[in-house]
């Protein structure tokens, strides 16, 4: 069993930046940051595999976001750069522990997840 503690965001004027952290309590794989708006689905931003050499961006973020992991601390980190407006959402850390086929961007993949922290981006 591994748990994901988040830290990290709340409110933040558009255009600015805020950075997310995701703790995990033991060894994972594959690591992702997923959000979802209020009313929305829960969708996919980013996933750092463990070594760093795959690294995976959803399209709309147009570069403004940047994961990055310190496995020495079991940590995963979501940079946030020029929010807007609609990045107001719930993110949620996600972890993979055990392999299977699912995609990086589709929440099946994840074994374990965050308790999810709210970011406000207002306008």
């Known amino acids: 069993q591994v748990q994901l503690v988040q830290s990290g965001g709340g409110l933040v004027q558009a255009g600015g930046s805020l950075r997310l952290s995701c703790a995990a309590s033991g060894r994972t794989e594959g690591m992702a940051w997923f959000r979802q708006a209020p009313g929305k689905q829960r969708q996919f931003v980013a996933f750092?595999?463990?070594?760093?050499?795959?690294?995976y961006y959803a399209d709309f973020l147009k570069g403004r976001f940047t994961i990055s992991r310190d496995n020495a601390k079991n940590t995963v980190y979501l940079q946030m750069n020029s929010q807007d407006p609609e990045g107001t959402a719930v993110y949620y850390c996600?972890?993979?522990?055990?392999?299977?086929?699912?995609?990086?961007?589709?929440?099946?993949?994840?074994?374990?997840w965050g308790q999810g922290t709210h970011v406000t981006a207002s306008a």
């Open positions: 750092n595999s463990r070594s760093g050499s795959k690294t």
């Open positions: 996600a972890a993979q522990v055990k392999t299977n086929g699912a995609a990086y961007y589709d929440a099946l993949r994840y074994d374990y």
